[in-house]
């Protein structure tokens, strides 16, 4: 089975590093990443849906652009999202939902996704993306 | 890459990276550490991360890192930058996402034996209180009028609405509120995670702790602070919550954007930044200003929700020794080239530490200084110091804490949460928390020895000891 993600070493925060065959697969690998971080206590199991649309000038900024909205909607609504389903994506746009069960606390609180030593490219027809959260 | 031989040491408590290492270091990168933390520090990346911030426009004096240094996400952890304020930038990521994460200590008139019979109590009592605030909420809910109130109220505001004493105010650095902040500038999104989060703690590293003064080092400060042996104190550390994440967020993303406007080249994108006369750096300061007002109106929540639970099972009052901020940027007068200027300073993981007779001072503390609080990790002594003259040299700057060591991830793997909750109860140290699991990352193991730390602050001067305290209870709230 191809590797969704791994978390690497970093002396404070979290640093991921997520892969996909394509766009789609890669975001949706990275919240799985973000969802073992954070390790959530869930309290309901039915996934709740929440529409996401955006626009950015590249892929990084894309990139960063939906983790942040990720992470706002978990803050607002105690919920954590380890999926979404994308109408549309593509380098500079994105139109779907992402998909998150109610919970009860998390183990580790993700503030941020960070541009540190950000990285999205694509290498022997795979997407790699490499990030560090504040936590 | 960066090796020993890059550093030239200047004392036993200071090494320095000269301006000639690289050609974009617009000013040296001075590191407080002495010789065995300098073996450890070579671990990451945290020098490395130091020398990018030496290049960011109209940095000034020295860049700086402080002994609790550690890699962070662009700036290092421990880091101080002073930029000058015509013609130098601010930068977020140099000011942290947890936007006046600080500190704070409270003073009870009891000693150990006074609180013994009640501790247990306490910690729970406390514990059910003061909520976390992940996946819970606190207890006030701020309406929007309310909410813009606080951002630009601060500690006042809060005192206002009935949550502490007028004295509060001036035991707060900035008195608890910086007058430039702007709620226009704080974004809806920002104002709606932060709706609910007044009075609690977060997560990770917060925390508020039970405390006894174990050793004075300074008779006669620690008398004017309040400070005796065996002394209950409460220490609180948390910050601006959701608020000042998405605060940060915001705004690395508008400076992001900006960069190629004011012709700005950055080692890292975590930088991001803008002159601080632009419309951008004058934006975020406001924003961030008003971020800070939060983080306090937060400490004085958690103080007033501390003091409920010790008056009704001890019918005693806590008073505000100081509260000091580690993640800010402040506009502050200091030398450059022999003449006074205004700077704009960003401490990350870094405290301020005025000396004696700093205009900026309470009345009560103007003669011996500025109580300064380092926290160690769970489990660990924390230190009270008084701020020095000699801490000229680091903009009047020191650490905030023992400092990561070790990964999260490592210390994960390497110690069992309840192993560890044993551990400090065999201690006599009570802890309450929700996740022993989490609270692995949090392990003594996991951070630099404080005292060590402190060793090498108050060895190059920049502050002195005056009292340690040891915890009796860690409450990381439900």
Redesign the interface.
């Known amino acids: 089975m191809k590797q969704k993600y791994e978390?690497l070493?970093?002396?404070?925060?979290?640093k991921i590093r997520a892969y996909g065959q394509n766009l789609s697969e890669l975001f949706n690998n990275v919240l799985l990443a973000m969802t073992e971080a954070m390790?959530p206590?869930v309290i309901e199991q039915n996934f709740i849906s929440q529409k996401i649309d955006l626009k950015a000038n590249n892929l990084e900024n894309l990139l960063?652009?939906f983790l942040?909205e990720v992470?706002?909607q978990t803050?607002?609504n105690?919920l954590v999202y380890s999926r979404a389903e994308f109408d549309k994506i593509n380098e500079q746009e994105l139109s779907g939902k992402i998909f998150g069960q109610k919970?009860?606390?998390?183990?580790?609180?993700i503030?941020?996704?960070?541009?540190?030593?950000?990285e999205v490219k694509k290498e022997n027809n795979q997407w790699r993306a490499i990030l560090?959260f504040?936590? | 890459m960066l090796t020993k031989n890059d550093l030239k040491k200047i004392n036993n408590y200071l090494f320095e990276i000269p301006k000639s290492f690289r050609f974009d270091m617009r000013v040296p990168a001075r590191a407080y550490v002495d010789e065995k933390m300098l073996e450890q520090i070579f671990r990451?990346k945290s020098l490395e991360q130091l020398v990018n911030t030496a290049t960011l426009p109209g940095v000034v004096n020295y860049v700086m890192a402080m002994p609790d240094m550690?890699?962070?996400?662009?700036f290092p952890?421990g880091g101080v930058a002073g930029m000058d304020l015509e013609t130098g930038v601010i930068s977020p990521?140099a000011v942290?996402?947890?936007i006046n994460c600080g500190t704070r200590l409270l003073l009870s008139d009891l000693i150990d034996q006074d609180i013994k019979p009640h501790l247990e109590n306490l910690a729970d009592q406390l514990n059910h209180t003061i909520p976390?605030g992940?996946?819970?909420t606190g207890k006030i809910k701020l309406d929007r009028n309310g909410m813009d109130k606080i951002l630009t109220g601060g500690v006042k505001r809060a005192v206002e609405m009935g949550y502490g004493e007028k004295q509060d105010l001036d035991c707060c650095e900035s008195y608890g509120l910086i007058k430039e902040a702007d709620p226009s500038k704080v974004s809806d999104?920002a104002k709606?995670?932060g709706r609910d989060q007044l009075g609690t703690l977060?997560?990770?590293n917060h925390f508020l702790e039970i405390q006894k003064v174990v050793e004075i080092f300074d008779e006669t400060v620690a008398k004017k602070f309040g400070l005796f042996l065996n002394q209950i104190t409460i220490l609180i550390h948390t910050g601006s919550r959701?608020l000042g994440?998405?605060v940060?967020?915001d705004y690395?993303?508008l400076m992001?954007r900006a960069l190629e406007k004011y012709k700005i080249n950055l080692p890292?994108?975590?930088l991001?930044c803008a002159p601080f006369i632009s419309p951008e750096g004058q934006t975020y300061f406001k924003a961030m200003a008003a971020a800070a007002n939060f983080a306090w109106a937060n400490r004085q929540l958690v103080t007033h929700l501390a003091r409920q639970v010790w008056q009704k099972i001890l019918n005693k009052n806590l008073k505000v020794l100081y509260d000091v901020a580690h993640n800010i940027g402040k506009i502050e007068e200091h030398e450059v080239g022999g003449q006074l200027k205004k700077l704009i300073i960003h401490r990350k993981g870094a405290t301020r530490a005025f000396p004696a007779s700093h205009p900026e001072l309470p009345l009560n503390y103007q003669s011996v200084g500025q109580p300064v609080l380092i926290p160690g990790s769970m489990g660990t002594s924390s230190y009270i110091l008084v701020g020095t003259t000699e801490a000229r040299q680091s903009f009047y700057s020191v650490c905030h804490g023992a400092g990561?060591?070790?990964?999260?991830?490592?210390a994960k793997r390497k110690i069992w949460g309840q192993d560890l909750i044993k551990d400090l109860a065999r201690r006599g140290i009570i802890v309450k928390c929700?996740?022993p699991?989490?609270l692995a990352?949090e392990a003594p193991e996991a951070y630099k020895n404080i005292d060590e730390v402190i060793n090498v602050v108050a060895g190059a001067g920049l502050a002195r000891r005056v009292a340690r305290v040891v915890p009796l209870a860690v409450i990381k709230g439900e």
């Open positions: 978390i070493e970093h002396p404070a925060d979290l390790k206590r960063i652009d942040s992470i706002y803050d607002l105690n919970i009860k606390t998390l183990e580790t609180e503030k941020a996704v960070t541009w540190h030593d950000l560090i504040d936590l | 990451d550690h890699e962070g996400y662009g952890i990521g942290g996402y947890d976390s992940i996946g819970s999104k709606s995670r977060g997560s990770g959701g994440h998405q940060c967020t690395v993303q992001g890292d994108r975590e991001a990561r060591a070790m990964s999260r991830t490592a929700g996740s699991a989490g990352e």
